[in-house]
């Protein structure tokens, strides 16, 4: 079985979601797979774009370093911040679209 989305992950993804929302465009068809938002069971989200449990379970754990290095903004750069952003909406099935305005800060 493949391990879930901890709370605290889901969190995280929530406010990142509900802070780019703006800058967001779905990646997959329309129908190919659920679309990732703030309100949307993210662990269903992830089981749709990834139907494999292998990759799902590589994604799993490549979103949860992510966010682990996302969050050490102290240590981050903006543009080093908004491009691990872009790597974390990417997994999500969601393109950012940079509005060129700095963002900000999300904690957990």
């Known amino acids: 079985m493949v391990a879930s989305l901890s709370i605290s992950m889901i969190y995280y993804l929530r406010r990142l979601l509900r ?15 659920l679309v990732a938002n703030a309100e ?10 990834y139907p494999d449990v292998e990759e799902l379970a590589t994604v799993m754990e490549q979103l949860g370093r992510l966010i682990l290095l996302h969050q ?16 974390i909406f990417w ?3 969601l393109k950012y679209v940079s509005s ?3 963002k ?4 957990a």
Do not use: H, N
């Not at 802070?19 to 797979?33: K, M, N, R, S």
């Not at 949307?40 to 774009?49: I, Q, T």
């Open 19 to 33: 802070q780019y929302e703006p800058f967001l465009q779905p990646v997959i068809y329309e129908g190919a797979g």
């Open 40 to 49: 949307a069971d993210l662990g269903a989200v992830l089981e749709s774009l």
């Open 72 to 87: 050490k903004k102290d240590l981050l750069s903006i543009e080093q911040q908004e491009a691990i952003a872009q790597q």
């Open 91 to 93: 997994i999500l099935g």
């Open 100 to 102: 060129g305005v700095a």
């Open 104 to 107: 900000q800060s999300v904690t």
